[in-house]
């Protein structure tokens, strides 16, 4: 059974940072590309970043490109995406993406992020 389970969103200040996690089963993690996505209240939903697997690539939306930084531990079988510089721009619901090979897509629950003062 496939899981994606994110954490670390919450509030953070204008200019201020969250670093987010996505822990992952049910598949081989070390061989499969791993991307974040982020939903803001009333919109489409946007894609961030994403990362190979073995980490050697990792590719940004111009939105966050220079802000956000994204990772994996192949070890711990996680996927992180470090926000700094966050703005009231960067409120959504960021999600955590996979597609398996003959298995199809698979998206985690979301966590919130807020950025306000």
């Known amino acids: 059974q496939v899981q994606l389970v994110e954490s670390g969103g919450g509030l953070a200040q204008p200019g201020g940072s969250l670093r987010l996690s996505c822990a992952a089963s049910g598949f081989t993690f070390s061989s499969y590309y791993l991307s974040w996505a982020r939903q803001a209240p009333g919109k489409g939903l946007e894609w961030v970043s994403g990362?190979?697997?073995?980490?050697?690539?990792?590719v940004y939306a111009d939105s966050v490109k220079g802000r956000f930084t994204i990772s994996r531990d192949n070890a711990k079988n996680t996927v992180y995406l470090q926000m700094n510089s966050l703005n009231a721009e960067d409120t959504a619901v960021y999600y955590c993406?996979?597609?398996?090979?003959?298995?199809?897509?698979?998206w985690g629950q979301g966590t919130q992020v807020t950025v306000s003062s």
């Open positions: 993406h996979v597609v398996l090979h003959r298995r199809g897509g698979y």
């Open positions: 990362i190979n697997n073995d980490g050697s690539v990792t």
